[in-house]
């Protein structure tokens, strides 16, 4: 009677066990499940930022074309073209370590009937850090004409390189302005809102501010983000 008694101590203890380790799996399970609902609540939205900044350099561009039947003609024009443009550059406030000459580019051509034998490219470039002077310098080119010199390119490509210097605080704001977003998505559906869990900083797109003023730019980032709800 006694080991019967004992047998049947064991199997109520064992299935009592059994019972209460499921009751403690169930919970577990239910408390997962749970806070998987919980993670899978979530908000994604964009942050904008906007500045202006103005360009800090300056890629100008002047080309110029030669065309002589006598090769020895063609190389004194074209250096003397060459040196009027650097030395109208000089005049108005631009280094000579500034302005870069390119390699002459000549083509001869053979057909019997071209009104020039010899056809030479020229370009001379300016980079520089002072662009107020290269933009006001470009409208006052016409002057190369009365020095001889006709230019057929004259262009300026302005430029912002200190990208940089202005990361920091344009992330911080579209990370701000996503934050609001979330925050009154999350009051009209009753949530409130909580850690970033996913992020996609974007691309800083630069563009001219307008047609009139390419020496401003401005600059644009759109970021990604996820927020928890709660």
Known sequence: MEIEKIKKNKFLFVSLSLVVFSLLLSSAVFLSAKDFSKQGSYVEVKGLSEKIVKADTAIWSLSFEVKSNNIDSLYA????????????????????????????????????????????TNQVSVYTKKVDLAKSTLN?????????VVLNQNSIVFEFSDLNSVKPEMLAEAIKNARDTASQFATNSGSIVGSVTRGNQGVFDITDKD??????KKIRLVSTLRFLLK
């Not at 406030?93 to 010899?118: L, M």
């Not at 006052?140 to 001889?148: A, D, N």
Request: without cysteine; hydrophobic residues 30%; charged residues 30%.
């Open 77 to 120: 024009d074209t250096e003397k073209n060459l040196s009027t443009i650097k030395t109208f550059l000089v005049e108005k406030g631009f280094d000579k370590t500034e302005i870069n000459v390119a390699p002459v580019n000549i083509y001869q051509d053979t057909y019997k009937d071209a009104a020039f034998r010899y056809n030479s």
């Open 140 to 148: 006052e080119t016409l002057m190369l004409v009365k020095r001889g």
């Open 211 to 216: 047609p009139g003023s390419p020496e401003y």
